[in-house]
């Protein structure tokens, strides 16, 4: 398989250093890269893809595996997961060339219309309303649904994306349990997320489509590109307030590499402020804690953290031929003989989405995400007394499992230091559920999503929700307001979208780290380019997000240097 440019072909400067090669980083490499004279060295952290990885049902096999994921523990929560192992979380994020791209779950979503002209209204990010992102999603998108071909979807672009339009009588059911909660059918990527759809994922004949083999691997030829992988950025060097290239260690020698232009951080929403801090860019009563001299005073750099979470636990019973079984045998020959059957399906997500309203001033409050798969093994996070009392008797059951997701959360955390050895995970503080209305949210959707699964339809199809008490909260009564608050803090779960933690906004806001246009407010020659740098969590998943952060990013830079870039854009 691929593994990059030889470190004896390295030269000891390029115009541009992009730090991983994740979701944004591959994209942004694939544009800037596309000027001959541009010659541009992108470094990631991690190796190739693994097999499994283009398997879209052995998607949850990555998840904590030490190879993939960089395995970044939260600091102990107060507000949720109190049942997860020292109330910690494992906060999973991609090591590995393609990123979160090559891990993730494939859901291909881009969120409401209103989160985008609010990160132009609220925080002067110019360029980045609903319209003008619109534009970069259809031009990179390539759908395969015939049913889709209108103004919000693309046809030509590199990132192949299937909608799971497939019918069972499990779905059919749903459906129809949601019609009868007065949610309407609708298309996830339309900038109106609200009611019921069919999954679209990130999954083109049957196979993932990560950013690196979307966008660059089909330009891995170009001689101005040069990819070092298995090479861990340490630090930014700068003078004075200028970058002005990076150290990376690779086989255990460090690198110093020169950065003529620019240096673009694309190292994600934990690895990026972590990597500002550890080169001296940071809030400077932080950056004192430790031994690393500040360059810049930045208060921003860790601050805003969000991420998408939520709570399982609503177990419900539903026949065989509902479920998918991570080791079906055949499925996976199936599989390799002609890339069909139920393995294509993306991490058992094929029932498709329902976005809920529980609130009046939002249509998309909760997400409500169906999984029904069998031996998934995914990282749950819970002390092993909970997870057997709780799992093992319903271990042999066919379940469905809804996952009740906040898509705008009110709590907000923060990433920093725990030492000045870049070998070292950050701090990740994510303080869930500390808004107290994020509870309250969930619970109203709880009460949701059990009226759905206890549905006339549901019934019809045998599908029962199990009056199965997790152990914390054994003393409520089951599916009463006090329960399911009890569930919600203690089998709390979140889909790994960190972000904000560098965010965008006016140069005279106190907690912006980057400016409209990704430049480091107060520095020369960085940039910032992954979901970082999001002012606000939107109601989409993160993918298409950091494609999009990626793709403007390299739409900047050759505007910046005066290439014939897509102004308009
Ligand atoms: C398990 C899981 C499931 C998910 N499911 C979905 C989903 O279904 N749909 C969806 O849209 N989103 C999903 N996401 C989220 C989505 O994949 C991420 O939000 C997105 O990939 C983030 O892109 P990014 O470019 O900001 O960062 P990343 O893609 O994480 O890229 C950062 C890259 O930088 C590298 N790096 C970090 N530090 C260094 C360093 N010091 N030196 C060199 N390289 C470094 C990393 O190895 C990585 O490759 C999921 C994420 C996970 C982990």
């Not at 004949?205 to 030829?221: I, T, W």
Request: aromatic share 8%; glycine share 8%; charged share 25%.
């Amino acid at each position: 398989s691929y593994n990059g440019t030889r470190t004896s072909d390295l030269l000891e400067e390029y115009d541009f250093i992009i730090v991983g090669g994740g979701s944004a980083g591959c994209r942004l490499a694939e544009k800037i890269s596309a000027v001959q004279r541009f010659r541009v060295l992108l470094i990631e952290a991690g190796g190739p893809p693994p097999f499994s990885s283009h398997i879209p049902m052995m998607a949850p096999l990555a998840l904590t595996n030490p190879e993939f994921d960089w395995n970044i523990r939260s600091e102990p929560q107060k507000f949720a997961m109190l049942s997860n192992i020292d109330q910690r979380r494992t906060m999973s994020a991609g090591k590995v060339i393609g990123g979160g791209s090559t891990v993730n779950f494939m859901a291909y979503q881009r969120g409401s219309r209103s989160d985008f002209d609010n990160w132009e209204k609220k925080y002067g990010a110019e360029g980045w309303n609903w319209e003008k992102a619109l534009k970069i999603f259809t031009l990179d998108e390539r759908t395969d649904d015939e049913e889709l071909r209108n103004e919000f979807h693309g046809l030509s672009g590199d990132l192949g994306v299937h909608t799971y339009r497939e019918k069972s009588a499990m779905k059919d059911a749903l459906f129809e349990a949601a019609k009868g909660e007065g949610f309407a059918f609708s298309d996830t990527n339309d900038g109106d997320d609200s009611g019921f759809y069919h999954l679209q994922s990130t999954v083109r004949d049957g196979q993932r489509v990560n950013s690196f083999g979307a966008f660059l691997e089909p330009h891995l030829s170009r001689k101005n590109l040069h990819v070092t992988l298995y090479s861990t950025v340490m630090k930014v060097t700068f003078e004075d307030k200028s970058a002005t290239g990076v150290v990376f260690r690779k086989d255990g020698t460090d690198i110093f590499v020169k950065a003529v232009r620019e240096v673009i951080l694309s190292a994600g929403a934990l690895k990026t402020p972590q990597l500002l801090l550890l080169s001296g860019v940071g809030p400077k009563e932080h950056i004192a804690d430790f031994d690393v001299r500040l360059v810049h005073d930045l208060p921003g750099v860790g601050q805003n953290f969000q991420d998408h979470v939520g709570f399982i636990g609503l177990l419900t019973e539903v026949p065989e031929s509902a479920v998918v079984d991570v080791n079906d045998v055949e499925a996976i020959q199936q599989w390799l003989v002609d890339k069909s059957g139920p393995m294509t399906s993306p991490a058992g997500l094929h029932y498709g989405v329902l976005y809920a309203n529980v609130t009046v001033e939002r249509k998309s409050d909760v997400e409500m995400l169906f999984f029904a798969l069998k031996n998934a093994k995914i990282d749950l996070g819970l002390e092993a007394e909970t997870l057997m009392s709780f799992y093992g008797p319903v271990l042999e059951k066919n379940l469905l499992q809804p996952l009740l997701v906040l898509m705008r959360p009110k709590s907000r955390g923060r990433v920093g230091l725990v030492s000045s050895n870049p070998f070292d995970n950050p701090s990740v503080d994510p303080r869930y559920l500390s808004d107290p209305q994020d509870v309250k949210t969930l619970v109203q959707a709880g009460k949701q999503a059990i009226s759905i699964l206890t549905s006339a339809a549901m019934k019809a199809a045998n599908a029962t929700l199990l009056e199965h008490k997790f152990p914390a909260c054994e003393s409520h009564e089951i599916f009463s307001e006090e329960y399911l608050e009890c569930l919600v803090r203690h089998h709390s779960f979140n889909i790994f979208h960190p972000c904000c933690t560098c965010r965008m906004g006016r140069p005279d806001d106190p907690l912006a780290v980057v400016d409209h246009r990704l430049k480091v407010h107060g520095l020369e020659k960085l940039r910032i380019a992954d979901n970082s740098i999001i002012p606000e969590i939107p109601s989409g998943h993160l993918n298409a997000h950091a494609i999009l952060i990626g793709h403007k990013a390299g739409n900047f830079i050759l505007e910046d240097y005066a290439m014939a870039a897509r102004t308009e854009l």
